[in-house]
């Protein structure tokens, strides 16, 4: 069983920074992609970043330039760090691992995270 557990949100003022931690754990071998969605209140869950094993990122067109996804493949952790934030980027921040290889060989997908709540007030 695979675990994820995030921290790192709270409040914040615009034009303020926040650093997101996801550190997942288990029986893991490895993680392909892990990556950070969020959900503002009545609206869909979105990507906002994701990082494969290798390195390779992919940003949403809203925070491009703004974050920065990293991660650290020996502790199986994933950071978002959030700078120039903007009352738009208020929502629940959810981790999410994908391709997860386990110590049974078997392939797992799609873990989420509890979510973590940023808010940024104008």
């Known amino acids: 069983q695979v675990q994820l557990v995030e921290s790192g949100g709270g409040l914040v003022q615009a034009g303020g920074s926040l650093r997101l931690s996801c550190a997942a754990s288990g029986s893991i071998v490895s993680i392909n992609a892990m990556g950070w969605y969020r959900q503002a209140p009545g609206k869909q869950r979105e990507l906002v970043a994701a990082i494969t094993s290798g390195g390779t990122t992919n940003y949403a067109d809203s925070v491009k330039g703004r974050f920065t996804i990293s991660r650290d493949n020996a502790k199986n952790t994933v950071y978002l760090q959030m700078n120039s934030l903007k009352p738009e980027d208020t929502a629940v921040y959810y981790c999410?691992?994908?391709?997860?290889?386990?110590?049974?060989?078997?392939?797992?997908?799609?873990?989420w995270g509890q979510g973590t709540q940023v808010t940024v007030s104008s």
């Open positions: 999410n691992a994908d391709g997860i290889i386990t110590t049974d060989w078997r392939i797992d997908n799609d873990y």
